[in-house]
C-alpha cells in the first residue's frame, strides 16, 4: 500500500503541478542556512534514538530467524524509508515552487503537503485519503499489540490477566487522543520525546556492548536524568535565564528557533548524559565499594569485576 501510495503520489504531482521557476531563486530554499547545517545532525539522531522506543520495531527485530536476515530486513527497510521520506520531503519544496505555500492567507510550512494535494484532481485526492487512513490505522493496530505485550510481559511479568491489560490500554488511549487535539503543535511533543529518548538511548546502548558488562539499567537512569539536567543547565546558560532554560526542556520556541538552543540540546543530552553516568557509578563504587542496581533494593558486592560474575549477577536480577 505504502509502494502504491508513492507511485500515485508521484505521478501525478509530476503531471498536475507547474513549477514557477521565478519561485525557485526567490523562494531561498536552496540556500545554504545554518538550520540547515543543524538539521543534518539533530533529524538523524531525534529519529534514530526515538526509534529505540518503538516496540513495534523489537517486536519484528526479535521474530527475525537469524542476524542475517535481520541486517537483510533493515538493510532494505533503510534503502525504502530513505527513499520515502526524501520523496515526501521533497513535496514542501514543490509546494513552495507551485505557489500552494504559503497560500493566501499564509499557512504554515507544516501542511505544505496538504496543500499541494489541492492541486490534484478529486480521485487522487480521495484515494490519497482512503491509503492514509488505512496506514494509520494499520500502524495504531501496531501500537497498541506493542502496548499490550510490553505491560503484560515487562510491566506485570505475564502475572496479570490480559484482559485487564487490553482495558488499561484503551484507557490510556483517552488522554493520548486529547493530547493530541489540545496539543497547539504536535511537532513539539514529538520534540519533547526526542529530548527524552536523546538523553537515554545513547546511555542505554553502552550497556549492550559485551565489553561494558558492569553496566546496568542504574547507570541507564541517572544518565538519562542526568542529560535532561545538563539541558536545563545548558539552556540556563545559553539564554541566561533560568526560565528561558527550563522553556528549552519543553521546546516552547520549536525546532525553528534561528539560533543554537535546539543543537545544543541535543548535542548536550546525549554526550552529558553518558559522562555523568560513568562519573556517577564510579563516585558510588569508590565509596561504598559496591556496584549500584536498580534490580533490587540494594547494592552489589565491587567483587563482580570480571564477566563471568557480572553475567550471574545480572540473571539474579
Keep these: 500500500m505504502v509502494v502504491g501510495l508513492i507511485i500515485l503520489g508521484v505521478i501525478t504531482v509530476g503531471v498536475e503541478t507547474k513549477i514557477d521557476r521565478s519561485l525557485i531563486d526567490s523562494s531561498g530554499l536552496l540556500n545554504a542556512s545554518l538550520l540547515g547545517w543543524q538539521l543534518i545532525y ?4 531525534a529519529v534514530l534514538t526515538n526509534d529505540f522506543f518503538i516496540s513495534g520495531f523489537w517486536m519484528r527485530t526479535f521474530a527475525s530467524k537469524t542476524d542475517k536476515d535481520l541486517v537483510i530486513g533493515t538493510s532494505i527497510a533503510t534503502v525504502a524509508v530513505t527513499i520515502i521520506l526524501g520523496l515526501v ?3 514542501g519544496l514543490l509546494a513552495a515552487w507551485t505557489g500552494a505555500w504559503p497560500g493566501n492567507p499564509p499557512q504554515g510550512g ?4 496538504f496543500l499541494l494535494l489541492e492541486q490534484l484532481p478529486a480521485w487522487v485526492v480521495g484515494i490519497v485519503l482512503v491509503m492514509v487512513v488505512s496506514l494509520s490505522t494499520a500502524a495504531f493496530d501496531s501500537f497498541q499489540s506493542a502496548m499490550v505485550s510490553t505491560g503484560s510481559n515487562d ?3 505475564n ?4 484482559l485487564w491489560i487490553r482495558l488499561a490500554v484503551v484507557l490510556i488511549i483517552f488522554p493520548v487522543v486529547v493530547v493530541a487535539l489540545k496539543s497547539p503543535d504536535i511537532l513539539q ?3 519533547i520525546s526526542d529530548l527524552v529518548s536523546a538523553s537515554s538511548i545513547p546511555v542505554l546502548v553502552i550497556g549492550l556492548n559485551d565489553a561494558c558488562y558492569w553496566w546496568r539499567g542504574f547507570e541507564v537512569v541517572v544518565g538519562g536524568l542526568g542529560g535532561l539536567l545538563t539541558v536545563f543547565i545548558f539552556g540556563t546558560v545559553y539564554f541566561r535565564n533560568a526560565h528561558e532554560g527550563a522553556y528549552l526542556l519543553l521546546l516552547e520556541n520549536g525546532l525553528y528557533a534561528g539560533d543554537w538552543s535546539v543543537f545544543g540540546e541535543s548535542t548536550v543530552a546525549g554526550q552529558s548524559g553518558r559522562a555523568i553516568a560513568e562519573r556517577f557509578s ?3 563504587r569508590r565509596c561504598t565499594g559496591r556496584w549500584p542496581s536498580l534490580g533490587r533494593r540494594r547494592l552489589w558486592p565491587s567483587t563482580g569485576l570480571s564477566v563471568a560474575s557480572s553475567q550471574a549477577q545480572g540473571a539474579e536480577i
Design 42 to 45: 539533530i533529524l538523524p539522531v
Design 89 to 91: 520531503g521533497a513535496t
Design 110 to 113: 507544516d501542511i505544505a503537503l
Design 155 to 157: 510491566l506485570f511479568r
Design 159 to 162: 502475572k496479570l490477566d490480559l
Design 189 to 191: 511533543v514529538y520534540l
Design 282 to 284: 564510579r563516585r558510588v
